[in-house]
């Protein structure tokens, strides 16, 4: 890997300065020679009014932006691409076309195009530290890597499609990183994360590895020369069709839930949806199911499994309370203090359990409309509560 300082002026690198958000890259620069966002970069993350800014204050304050490294593959010597360095020069470029504005000193908003002379040419004229680099594909991307650890770390996902780069991250970028799609807004009611940062893709990619007993990144190594990403757009959409068909409503707990693993499970049988999403509707309303996630597979298995909602449970004070009450009236009976050993026929029809013995239970199931009050509370020695189970 080698490194040559070849500082440039803002005036050359924006001329030509192509963007647009929808495109999973396409920007350029120094007349069409440089590729500002390679298909190993990151999507544009500064756009949130406070990182944008801060470049264009920096330069109409004289402050150094720091180095920007170019790399400049060895099959074409006139063309260069960013090897560190694009979050700056986009910014740079979206303010010089007008794309957002800055505050002057009186706090007057300001586009490029309505600075003074002197303070347009101020950044125009700035002078950029940059280097040339130079060296195989594998060098250029282990030093991208590591000139990247400090600054807006990179996802792992922003890391794998560097390692990766080639036409199917391309295509999956175009599908998985738009945040301007509009069906991006139906798959984020099942998915959490950021499109530009990649998330929305490594959700995608999880799943069909998933499906396929392998990891991300064998995923994207065996199809990184794909044209283009069918299979794994497919397979997600399927996913996320049939969670929206099952369950027809909008709920932030339905982000992050293992929807791959339940359509593998479940996605062959019948639902209602009307019920579906009803029974969804009242388990998110009641105040004693903890576990909101838990609610679909729940439901999807039948509503046996009550511990995927992991219902409120009785506090210490009440077990106590409850116990004292309990083992009072056993002995003054000469039973046991478990209702359900009392009326059995063996030694322990007699045995007073230890409070740690016991467990406490709902005399009238949670899931047959008991709540979890003291006057719903009973308590029974551990091997009789896990026998009753749900009944």
């Not at 839930?257 to 359509?263: D, E």
């Not at 009641?286 to 909101?292: F, H, I, L, N």
């Not at 039948?302 to 116990?323: M, P, S």
Request: with cysteine; hydrophobic share 35%.
């Amino acid at each position: 890997m080698e490194a040559k300082l070849n500082p440039r002026k803002i005036r050359d690198i924006v001329d030509g300065f192509h963007y647009n958000e929808l495109e999973g890259k396409g920007l350029y620069g120094l007349a069409g020679n440089l590729t500002i966002q390679p298909e190993y970069q990151r999507n544009y993350i500064y756009n949130d009014g406070k990182k944008d800014v801060a470049v264009i204050d920096s330069l109409l304050k004289g402050y150094p932006l720091g180095l920007i490294y170019f790399n400049q593959p060895i099959q074409d010597e006139d063309k260069f691409e960013i090897l560190d360095g694009q979050q700056r020069i986009t910014s740079i470029g979206r303010f010089f076309k007008g794309l957002f504005v800055v505050k002057d000193t009186d706090g007057n908003e300001q586009y490029f195009s309505s600075l003074s002379k002197h303070q347009q040419d101020q950044i125009l004229e700035t002078e950029l530290l940059i280097y040339d680099c130079y060296g195989t594909e594998a060098e250029i991307k282990e030093w991208f890597r590591t000139i990247n650890i400090v600054g807006v770390p990179l996802t792992a996902q922003e890391l794998r499609n560097a390692v990766y780069s080639g036409p199917f991250v391309d295509a999956a970028k175009k599908v998985f990183s738009n945040s301007s799609s509009a069906i991006m807004s139906k798959w984020a009611n099942f998915v959490k994360g950021n499109p530009a940062r990649q998330e929305v893709l490594e959700v995608a990619l999880d799943w069909v590895a998933q499906r396929e007993g392998t990891s991300i990144d064998s995923y994207m190594a065996k199809h990184r020369e794909d044209s283009d990403c069918n299979e794994l757009q497919t397979y997600f959409e399927a996913v996320i069709d049939w969670a929206a068909s099952v369950f027809e409503m909008k709920d932030n707990s339905m982000q992050g839930v293992a929807w791959n693993t339940l359509y593998e499970n479940y996605g062959s049988q019948a639902y209602s949806p009307t019920e579906m999403t009803m029974a969804a509707e009242d388990l998110l309303s009641d105040p004693q199911v903890k576990s909101k996630k838990g609610i679909y597979e729940y439901l999807l298995g039948g509503k046996t499994a009550t511990h995927l909602l992991n219902v409120r449970v009785f506090t210490e004070a009440v077990k106590k309370k409850i116990y004292k009450l309990q083992t009072r009236e056993a002995g003054q009976k000469g039973i046991s203090n478990c209702s359900y050993c009392a009326i059995g026929h063996d030694e322990k029809k007699a045995k007073i359990w230890t409070l740690k013995e016991m467990d406490a239970d709902h005399v009238t199931a949670w899931s047959k409309g008991g709540s979890t009050e003291e006057s719903n509370c009973e308590l029974l020695c551990k091997s009789h509560n896990r026998a009753k189970g749900n009944a």
